[in-house]
């Protein structure tokens, strides 16, 4: 991750360039495919690159401030919204495949609807979450199984992050929702043309970005406060620390 981060910072690799395979790195550097997917993931949640499923991973224009910022106040609040990723991974991978084996037509349509909804409230700058939701709720109807759905009207639109994190929400404005719409719009299409392999994909590499872009920001508040706070000495041992 480090190297191909600093091959995009220098320029070695440029805006539009698309990375190499995953067997191909996997061979350079001796790593795993797993390796691979996770540092792919935290580059994606950087805004260094974009991965377009079945065509590959694309170097992205450099953005101004990188990863959102989380004030102090917030770190607790994120470690929640964390845990909720981390289910919503498991359980939307699989609610994505199989909604592009068992939906319907008039589902596919409400899931276009939502993303129309969507798309059309980042030009105005009117509401995301409710269409966001939306889309995401379809999907788990439509994998015919009521458990699913049961599930994410339980947890409400306070899944979407933006929600619940100021700071996700005031980011870098309609670039971050666009860059939400064009990952939405990847799991739309494998569910339209029934492919659930390319769904799950899909499905796993937004949410892991949500993920991956929060855990980031959290960290570098974490650090931040630690560096805020002077060490605590003993009365009794001032030298300690020393």
């Known amino acids: 991750m480090e190297d191909l981060g600093e091959k995009i910072r220098s320029q070695a690799l440029r805006p539009g360039d698309k990375l190499p395979t995953e067997s ?27 991965t377009l499923h079945g ?35 498991s359980l939307e991978t699989e609610s994505a495949g199989l909604a592009a084996s068992r939906r319907t037509e008039e589902q596919l349509v409400a899931m276009r609807q939502a993303l129309d909804d969507f798309e059309h409230n980042v030009t105005v700058s009117g509401d995301t979450v409710a269409p966001d939701f939306r889309f995401h709720l379809q999907i788990a109807q439509s994998t015919g199984n009521p458990y699913f759905a049961d599930i994410m009207r339980h947890l409400g639109t306070t899944i979407i ?11 870098e404005g ?10 939405h719009e990847e799991i739309y299409a494998a569910i339209a043309r029934r492919d659930p392999e390319s769904a799950r994909a899909a499905m796993r590499i937004h949410l892991t970005n949500s993920r991956e872009r929060l855990r980031m920001a959290q960290e570098a508040a974490q650090k931040k406060a630690e560096a805020a706070s ?4 003993s009365p009794l041992n001032p030298f300690r620390g020393s």
Not at 58 to 78: H, K, M, N, W
Not at 174 to 183: I, M, P, Q
Not at 230 to 233: F, H, L, V, Y
Request: overall charge positive; cysteine-free; hydrophobic content about 45%.
């Open 24 to 50: 191909a790195i996997m061979q350079a550097y001796g790593v795993s495919r797993t390796v691979v997917r996770e540092a792919l993931s935290k580059l994606q949640a950087g805004g260094l690159v974009e």
């Open 161 to 171: 992050p933006r929600t619940r994190i100021s700071a996700i929400r005031h980011q």
């Open 230 to 233: 002077p060490p605590i000495t």
């Open 174 to 183: 309609g670039a971050y929702l666009s860059r939400v719409n064009r990952e």
């Open 55 to 89: 065509v590959g991973t694309f170097v992205l224009q450099p953005r101004p401030g990188g990863v959102f910022r989380l004030e102090p106040g917030e770190i607790a609040t994120s470690v929640d919204v964390l845990a909720v990723l981390e289910l919503r991974i």
